[in-house]
């Protein structure tokens, strides 16, 4: 299994432009999520999915677009980039929601470094 | 606000000694609490979760404790190895505005030295 990967790796945006950020997972996996990791602080949550075709928000969506057509598959789009988006992206999954009273291991991707000027 | 504060923000030991690492947190109600290890350039790993009825649980030369009375939980690093060093996350999760959503600590960055 390849787990959850992330691409690209690296991505310099200028103000203005869009760009997709892929996440895949092979483990069949229901709840997906991505969330930015700003220096200083804590990772926070941006969307998050509990199925195909079933997204919400998380606690910082603006800005920010998701979709989920297919279990594997949850991209995130910026529809018009901000300096302020600069940040290091995760996408992650779980076989179900880990942040109920259940347990579930929730496996993390290795990251897209995105710097906007 | 929900709220999860780590300490310290950093800590140097060197290889073979034990540390423990604190996580204090707000979030209420409270669902589960996990501990995350990351190494630099990488995505979080998951080390240990822990929901409201459980108080410790182990990961080979990781323990997690955790005390829902006062809110606080430790992770605790026995004889630590070069490999050690990176941050360590808590991540504290509770029912907030119709949904489950996750609060994460800013980490404690470990060193390791030979």
């Known amino acids: 299994n390849a787990g959850v990967t992330q691409t690209p790796k690296f991505q310099v945006l200028k103000t203005g432009q869009s760009m997709t950020l892929q996440c895949a997972q092979d483990?069949?996996?229901?709840?997906m999520s991505w969330y930015r990791q700003d220096p200083g602080m804590g990772l926070r949550l941006i969307h998050y999915s509990v199925g195909a075709g079933i997204t919400d928000q998380g606690e910082v969506p603006n800005g920010y677009n998701v979709s989920r057509s297919t279990t594997e598959d949850f991209p995130l789009r910026l529809l018009s980039a901000a300096p302020s988006q600069t940040s290091v992206y995760f996408c992650?999954?779980?076989?179900?929601?880990?942040?109920?009273?259940?347990?579930?291991?929730?496996?993390f991707g290795p990251g897209t470094r995105l710097t906007v000027t | 606000k929900n709220q999860v504060e780590q300490s310290p923000q950093s800590l140097i030991i060197l290889e073979g000694k034990n540390c423990t690492l604190q996580c204090n947190y707000t979030v209420s109600p409270f669902s589960n609490l996990r501990w995350y290890k990351q190494d630099t350039g990488r995505g979080p790993v998951s080390l240990t979760i822990?929901?409201?009825?459980?108080n410790t649980k182990s990961n080979g030369r990781y323990t997690a404790t955790l005390d829902a009375d006062t809110k606080q939980s430790s992770l605790h690093i026995t004889a630590s190895q070069l490999s050690d060093s990176a941050s360590y996350i808590c991540v504290v999760s509770g029912w907030s505005g119709g949904s489950y959503i996750p609060t994460f600590g800013r980490g404690t960055s470990l060193i390791v030295h030979p």
């Open positions: 992650a999954s779980s076989y179900s929601t880990p942040h109920s009273r259940g347990s579930y291991e929730q496996y």
């Open positions: 822990m929901t409201f009825s459980e």
């Open positions: 483990m069949n996996h229901e709840y």
